[in-house]
């Protein structure tokens, strides 16, 4: 069974910084997992933040935290981190770490399996 388990997300002032984490269990290693994380403001819809390969040879951003976060993984850890920085108010949003198998998309349509998600909250 899967599970992706999210931590790391808290109140912080903007300009501030936060590292989430993802733990994930029950995953394949042959099945070569994109990891990604998304979040979702109240009232908005689900958005991408960031994406990594398995090898960790590749990562994708949104243009809005492209130089401010920075996504890695230590699969030997079975741990996917997003390290946030420059944190804004409009970066409050609950996080949600999910994998996928069928290589690196943008759309949350693509990712097999998702945590319940943290709490980010960016005050002024």
């Known amino acids: 069974q899967v599970q992706l388990v999210e931590s790391g997300g808290e109140l912080v002032q903007a300009g501030g910084s936060l590292r989430l984490s993802c733990a994930a269990s029950g995953l394949s290693f042959s099945r070569r997992y994109v990891m990604g994380w998304f979040r979702q403001a109240p009232g908005k819809e689900r958005e991408f933040v960031s994406a990594?390969?398995?090898?960790?040879?590749?990562?994708y951003y949104a243009d809005s935290v492209k130089g401010r976060f920075t996504i890695s993984r230590d699969n030997a850890k079975n741990t996917v981190y997003l390290q946030m920085s420059s944190l804004k108010t409009e970066d409050t949003a609950v996080y949600y770490c999910?994998?996928?198998?069928?290589?690196?998309?943008?759309?949350?349509?693509?990712?097999?399996?998702w945590g319940q998600g943290t709490q980010v909250t960016v005050s002024s």
């Open positions: 999910a994998a996928g198998t069928s290589g690196y998309t943008s759309n949350p349509l693509g990712f097999q399996y």
């Open positions: 990594i390969t398995w090898s960790g040879s590749s990562t």
